[in-house]
T-cell receptor, first 111, second 111 residues
């Protein structure tokens, strides 16, 4: 089974800090995704990547950037964290016939 | 605009009875649909899928029905068990790469 690992389960950061959320998958998948989940809003796509060094904006990219230097690693960067970025962040890897395999999520609180 | 909608934020069902979760979509080009289950503080896990060439797919206690003309799909859980209590997301895709998610339905199965 594909494993998608997110480096932190819980994070607390201060407003204005630069925040890195790391995600690693172990099955050599090309497609990786970052979502955030908020109550009543479901899962919203922030950024995705089809290959190394390639990235595409999702539905809500503002305030975020990403990095894909190696195939297995897809990082989400909050350039200057704000309180409205407090959320559950979910990384996913594209699995054939099963849609996505998600990581366990990172609960980020910006204070 | 929300392309995938789950109009019931919550549902309560007695143990042993049927749970029916509904999902509507607006894009007639969607051809692959998934249901995910999510427990608190965990990432979503794949539950069941259906492609547009079918109108029904069954896996144990879980059955997904697709009505293309109505742009509607539903997930049936029979019999419902307390361990099924979770948030359920439906997702739809046109190419099989990027999926659009509904806002989720929180299912509570009452023992």
């Amino acid at each position: 089974d594909v494993k998608v690992t997110q480096s932190s389960r819980y994070l607390v950061k201060r407003t204005g800090e630069k925040v890195f959320l790391e995600c690693v998958q172990d099955m050599d998948h090309e497609n990786m995704f970052w979502y955030r989940q908020d109550p009543g809003l479901g899962l919203r796509l922030i950024y995705f990547s089809y290959d190394v060094k390639m990235k595409e904006k999702g539905d809500i990219p503002e305030g975020y950037s990403v990095s894909r230097e190696k195939k297995e690693r897809f990082s989400l960067i909050l350039e200057s964290a704000s309180t409205n970025q407090t959320s559950m962040y979910l990384c996913a890897s594209r699995s054939p016939f099963r849609g996505y395999t998600f990581g366990s999520g990172t609960r980020l609180t910006v204070v | 605009d929300q392309q995938v909608k789950q109009n019931s934020p919550s549902l309560s069902v007695q143990e042993g009875r049927i749970s029916i979760l509904n999902c509507d979509y607006t894009n007639s080009m969607f051809d692959y649909f998934l249901w995910y289950k999510k427990y608190p503080a965990e990432g979503p896990t794949f539950l069941i899928s259906i492609s547009s060439i079918k109108d029904k797919n069954e896996d144990g206690r879980f059955t997904v029905f697709l009505n293309k003309s109505a742009k509607h799909l539903s997930l049936h859980i029979v019999p419902s068990q307390p361990g099924d209590s979770a948030v359920y997301f439906c997702a739809a895709s046109r190419t099989g790469n990027q999926f659009y998610f509904g806002t989720g339905t929180s299912l509570t199965v009452i023992p």
